[in-house]
């Protein structure tokens, strides 16, 4: 499972609440799976859940129904979205 490098493609606001600073985001990564992302902004942007839309199977375990899969890539993800400052220009739009 190590082999597997998600990488974004897009990354775009799906919900915000400001007061509560709850953020949901959608992913697209390269190889074409989508995903939700969920981040917590207080203090600091801090990603808590990741789950697959089932738009094509898990790239990871192949399978077309729900799977935990993508929790795994979670850090990766988000010290990605960091790095490209992805939320910033998500939130612009
Ligand atoms: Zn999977």
Request: aromatic share 12%.
């Amino acid at each position: 499972m190590q082999y597997y490098k998600p990488v974004i493609k897009e990354f775009t606001l799906a919900e915000k609440n400001e007061k509560n600073g709850l953020f949901q985001f959608i992913m697209e990564l390269a190889d074409g799976s989508k995903c939700r992302i969920f981040y917590s902004k207080n203090p600091d942007w801090k990603a808590t859940h990741i789950a697959r839309l089932n738009v094509t199977p898990c790239p990871v375990c192949k399978k077309d129904f729900i799977c935990n899969c993508m929790e795994k890539f979670l850090d990766v993800l988000d010290q990605q979205i960091k790095d490209r400052e992805l939320f910033q220009a998500a939130l612009a739009k």
